[in-house]
């Protein structure tokens, strides 16, 4: 497969790996006393790290807007447009040194992207997908990442938004209606998309030329007709091109057949077929000139075109931004997703109780999607999202909250939603200058980085054992023997305080008075703790 090649690309390919892992420090709950929907403020790339210990692998989809790096001068954007943002340029400058000076702004876009992007498909659930926004800017760099990073196999598609019925007249060239959506899945898989519900406004045909005749009997009061109560005598009908021959004499009473009629025809189902439709209330539509028409009340949900306008019920920016300015009394961003395109996107992934996460939160938009849908159907669905810039308290988080309370006056009010969220900073790294654990976190914080690192899932429930296990993956159990302010040792007596059965056994302790022998013979593997026991 080809890949893309950018210089600094050496630098960020594993960079994911060295990015230190942080907790998260509370500072208010929205609307209840805690909350599992999460708004973050920090640097996206250290947030996503410090999910990893409790939402690897868990998340069901992702939604991101990350900046389309369109060369806007800095300022002109409350997020910096072309990753001349100083955090991301000293970033630039920590990661990949000096060079980072000479890179093109392409090559800094796309070494700020790539080690989000890996962190993000760590995240993603078996049967999660991630939809990404973007321009034609870095559409083909962003397709060439992705298919190194998704696997170009679990690529699903391009989708196109139209953004705006009115673009600004930037160009002497072309004027930009759309932008494009790229979806890509954890692993590929054979689960349907179904966002929409087709809707027609015209009947549909009985009839298809390519197919043989048939004889149909319709019973009783199943056939609509507009005309005038009338006997219609048996003969052909409809029209030269598709003609239609009725067999029997056709009484017309209130606009319904009194009696049981017979039509023969090139139709497209088999009478048992046309049975079960009649019982499923299907209504069937007679013209003038006896050509015979269905319709449906309603239809199954469908595969969602390429083509997202409002055939689907997808508003444009302009619309986005109207709703923002009735909401915060001013404008806040000049081009804002149509909430109504999120809850599109969402509306595919065919779990209520789904998490959803935006690393790229901007407005709060997937939030206020996922409240909607979740007032909408019932569902129990929880978002994450992420915001480096300091607006993530007053516009996003504040947004969410309105749309929780509810906002508006008089005939523009919008009830509330309902819902929670908590609200964090990015808090004390797990480890002290990279080498001891930082013994200030809450043991439980320590717990779940350590089960994640051995098994690349989130800590189990507690079962019944000892208060150090961690889980069981792989039938391996993992035990955390640690105590905050006393050494602990590996011995015979926390052997005998051990009840699940595995194979193998990864024990953390401070020390080890077992033989090696007795370790391999029990299949344990003992990790000593990094932390300073001098100081215990």
Partial sequence: MPTLNWIGKEKVLNHHQEVPFLTLDKKYTHNSQDSDNLIIHGDNLLALKSLLPRYGGRIGCIYIDPPYNTGTPEGKWVFSDNVNDPRIKKWLGEVVGAEGEDLSRHDKWLCMMYPRLNILHSLLSKNGRIFISIDENELYNLKGICDEIFGSSCFVGQYMWYKSATPPNLSYKIKKNLEYILCYEKEKNNIRYTGIKKSSPSDDPFTKPQNSYKILSFPPKTIHFKGKDQIIKAGVYGTK????????????????????????????????????????????NLSNKLVLSYKRNEYKNEVPPNLIDDTVGVSTTEEAGKELTKMFGKKIFDYPKDVSLIEYLLKFVNNKNALILDSFAGSGTTAHAVLNLNKQDGGNRKFILVEMMDYADTITAERVKRVINGYG??????????????????GKPMFKDNKNLNEDLPVEEIRNYIYYMETKLPVETQKID???????????AFYFYYERNQSTTLNYDFLATIKTKASNYVIYADTCVLSQDMLNKNGILFKKIPRDINKL
């Fill in 409 to 426: 006056e008089g005939k523009d009010k919008v009830d509330g939603t309902g819902g929670d969220f908590t609200y964090y900073e990015l």
């Fill in 241 to 284: 091109k598709f003609p239609n021959k009725l067999l029997d004499d056709l009484i017309i009473k209130g606009g319904l057949n009194q009696n049981t009629v017979r039509f023969e025809n090139r139709f497209i189902w088999v009478q048992d077929t046309l049975d079960k439709n009649i019982n499923d209330n299907i209504r069937i």
């Fill in 466 to 476: 000892n208060k150090y296990f961690l889980g069981k993956h792989n039938d391996t």
